[in-house]
């Protein structure tokens, strides 16, 4: 069975300020069976757990930089990546949405500028287009992109880049 200062101890760190209404309240409470392992009892003493941090992080594993997929692509095509990671949430690869006009804001460029960001990580295949976008009038919709260094779904990453080599001039 749990001593009396083991219980007493709980009790003043549930109601810090009532120290004699905790001590009574702990010495009323049932006791613990004589099955309760230490650790258990220990794990019960020790302080709450402190709150995690808040807030949200892009990574990028240092094997995919060291491609020469990733070594190859321009700074526009790079910040494009992390902007496009950014909206990843861990659940929604292949519906991950981002405008060219939008993209253009994110890279303090022109949609030009975006655009040829967005082809770059195309034809290296850090994205692949799983719907195409349409501008039609009232219909308008973005194209939905899958990261390809990212799971989707229950599959694991493809990471098609890996595979991806220079053009060589003609």
């Not at 069975?1 to 007493?8: E, L, N, P, Q, Y």
Request: proline share 6%; hydrophobic share 40%; net charge positive.
């Amino acid at each position: 069975m749990i001593r009396d200062g083991f219980k007493v101890k709980d009790a003043l760190m549930k109601h810090p300020g009532d120290r004699d209404s905790a001590i009574t309240r702990a010495r009323q409470e049932p006791a613990v069976s004589d099955g309760a392992s230490i650790a258990t009892l220990a794990l019960a003493a020790q302080k709450p757990p402190k709150p995690r941090r808040a807030g949200r992080f892009v990574m990028i594993r240092v094997e995919d930089m060291e491609t020469a997929a990733f070594r190859s692509l321009s700074c526009n095509a790079r910040a494009l990546m992390l902007e496009l990671d950014r909206t990843f949430n861990g659940q929604n690869n292949g519906e991950i949405e981002l405008p060219v006009s939008k993209a253009a804001g994110y890279l303090h460029g022109s949609k030009a500028t975006a655009l040829r960001a967005f082809n770059e990580l195309e034809d290296r295949a850090f994205i692949q287009a799983l719907a195409k976008g349409s501008f039609e009038p009232g219909a308008k919709k973005p194209t939905q992109w899958e990261l390809t260094w990212r799971k989707l779904g229950d599959r694991e990453p493809r990471r098609l880049f890996a595979a991806w080599k220079p053009r060589k001039p003609v």
